[in-house]
């Protein structure tokens, strides 16, 4: 493999369903137990903060029983050997990427294990809970924060970065993604249109799978390494 091939990488629920975080679209998933409009809304916030606290309080308490798989530490070490550039655009607001020692990764939905101050629009590391009597650490304001999570009817995190990434994307995987979700969604014909060579690595074919020049389906744990291992030996393009 090229020394100086860039390497992007989108990841969804699905490379972090193996540690135990719930998907959102399955029939058992987050959105069958949860109505989207109440708790990942902006207007479901202002019409009931508590609960959608409550909500994500459970989610970022959660974070702390559970650990990286297979999958996550594979892009872990894809990162830390490959000459090139590697840097992961995850739809996932888990740390799971960070605790296997991922170091270039964007959030582009937010993370739980932050918060955003609506009073001083800065955002500050967090793993406590969230109410309306919590002070911002910079600011010193009271009931402005909120988890640092995009909703939906909220604009993605670093677009423009993002967009910028692509363009450079020699090679593009996308892991555990639905492939239902712009601009997510969107990103493969994006490397594509640039002549990058992309990859679908999903338990099964998305709904964008066709635009994919190659698609392996499994378990994400199992065929995230292969396919590094294969990378970095210089088996796979």
């Given at each position: 493999m090229p020394e100086h091939k860039s390497i992007v990488i989108l990841t969804g629920a699905g490379i972090s369903a193996e540690s135990g975080i719930s998907t959102f679209r399955d029939p058992d998933g987050v959105w069958a137990k949860y109505d989207v409009e109440e708790v990942a809304t902006p207007q479901g916030f202002a019409k009931n903060p508590k609960l959608v606290q409550d909500f994500y309080n459970m989610r970022r308490a959660g974070l702390k029983t559970v650990k990286p798989n297979a999958?996550?530490?594979?892009?872990?070490?894809?990162?830390?050997?490959?000459?090139g550039g590697v840097c992961i655009v995850t739809q996932n607001v888990d740390n799971l990427h960070e605790m296997a020692g991922s170091k270039n990764v964007i959030?582009?939905?937010?993370?739980?294990a932050k918060?955003?101050?609506r009073a001083c629009d800065q955002r500050s590391p967090w793993t406590a809970d969230l109410d309306a009597t919590v002070t911002c650490p910079q600011c010193k304001a009271t009931g402005h924060m909120r988890p640092d999570v995009v909703w939906f009817g909220e604009v993605p995190y670093a677009m423009e970065q993002i967009g910028d990434i692509l363009f450079e994307a020699k090679l593009f995987l996308s892991i555990g993604t639905s492939?239902?979700?712009?601009p997510a969604a969107n990103f493969v014909n994006a490397v594509r249109r640039n002549g990058g060579r992309t990859v679908e690595l999903n338990l099964e074919p998305s709904e964008g799978a066709s635009s994919f020049h190659e698609a392996i389906?499994?378990?994400a744990g199992e065929i995230v390494p292969a396919f590094v291992e294969k990378l970095l030996n210089g088996q796979a393009r």
């Open positions: 999958a996550h530490l594979a892009l872990a070490r894809l990162e830390r050997e490959h000459k959030h582009m939905h937010g993370e739980l918060a955003w101050c492939g239902n979700v712009y389906h499994g378990r």
